[in-house]
């Protein structure tokens, strides 16, 4: 299904996919035991010109989100980043490979024992360096295939380098992409983190018309292969759209579209009553949020959580869900 409408509201066009997975999703199991609701083939479209789509039906904790897109352009692989930063999105799964690794019995996951090992295994990531380097390694992720994809020859390609490099001098190519999807890896990811899930993205350009006195602009579209709706699209639409207007303004672009496109798209079974909590604050959607960055930061490298400042959010609560692991 596509939803064509430009300029709605990202909780509108959010809401609709959590209303559209509960009519039409079809039941499926999956690889945690969990089981969800799934449909394939979704799209939404955010014109980031209209405000920064963090939805307002519950609050979504953008510092984390910055920190995890900061933590994947620099091309870092290990859980301390995060840990040190008080972000806990990866969590679970180096815990659960530790446990494993170390023939401990794992605990009932999201349970009282599992989360207070859980708690002492991030603080021992924070404290211990050498415990880090055993055990935060997530393996090659993300940021490590966006900056150091690995070559049959030894060499390492820096994705992320090479498609700056190309928005800048050959904005017309039908080549700006960026893959997180590398075959040979998927089984060494999946130790301790997981393959990617939002494992694709791609860039366009719209340039300068003088005549007009339109600006050149950047858009994003990324392939999503599988989307946890409702823990894990918030931040994934925060995510690649402040991505986008990074990599804008290093390139001296104004920031156009951030397109989403999904796969498998599912609500967990254990998340389905937080979803109808969240469809009944359709009636209190609230006017999105703005997203300020350092006009200064031209340099991928430069930015850090300082540069960032949102503004004029005023999310009705967050709602707390259990992570499929």
Not at 131 to 148: C, T, V
Not at 238 to 252: E, L, N, P, R
Not at 312 to 325: F, H, T
């Amino acid at each position: 299904m596509q939803n064509k409408l430009i300029g709605k509201h990202v909780d509108e066009l959010y809401l609709d996919l959590l209303e559209h997975i509960m009519k039409n999703g079809v039941e499926k199991t999956d690889r945690t035991g969990t089981g969800t609701k799934s449909i394939f083939g979704y799209q939404m479209r955010f014109n980031l010109a209209d405000g920064f789509p963090l939805l307002t039906t519950k609050k979504v904790p953008i510092k984390s989100i910055i920190h995890e897109l900061l933590w994947f352009m620099r091309g870092d692989t290990n859980l301390k980043y995060l840990a040190d930063n008080n972000v806990h999105i990866w969590d679970e799964w180096p815990y659960k490979a530790y446990l494993k690794r170390n023939n401990l019995p794992i605990p009932e996951i999201n349970g009282e024992e599992w989360k207070n090992g859980m708690a002492e295994f991030v603080d021992k990531i924070k404290t211990d360096e050498n415990f880090a380097k055993e055990y935060g390694k997530l393996g090659p992720i993300y940021g490590y295939q966006w900056r150091s994809w690995p070559t049959p020859n030894g060499k390492h390609i820096d994705q992320l380098a090479n498609v700056i490099e190309q928005i800048k001098n050959t904005p017309d190519s039908r080549r700006m992409i960026v893959s997180a999807w590398n075959v040979a890896d998927i089984e060494e990811m999946a130790k301790a983190g997981l393959p990617p899930c939002h494992c694709f993205f791609q860039f366009y350009v719209t340039q300068a018309n003088p005549s007009t006195g339109a600006q050149g602009k950047l858009s994003c579209q990324l392939y999503q292969r599988s989307c946890d709706t409702f823990l894990g699209l918030p931040f994934n639409i925060a995510s690649y759209s402040v991505f986008t207007m990074m990599i804008a303004q290093i390139c001296g672009l104004e920031a156009g579209e951030f397109v989403w496109t999904g796969g498998d798209v599912h609500l967990y079974s254990n998340h389905l009553e937080q979803a109808r909590l969240q469809l009944s604050r359709r009636g209190d959607i609230r006017p999105m949020p703005k997203m300020k960055i350092n006009p200064n930061k031209k340099n991928i490298e430069d930015f850090t959580i300082e540069d960032f400042e949102l503004t004029d959010y005023n999310p009705n609560e967050g709602i707390k869900a259990p992570i499929a692991v």
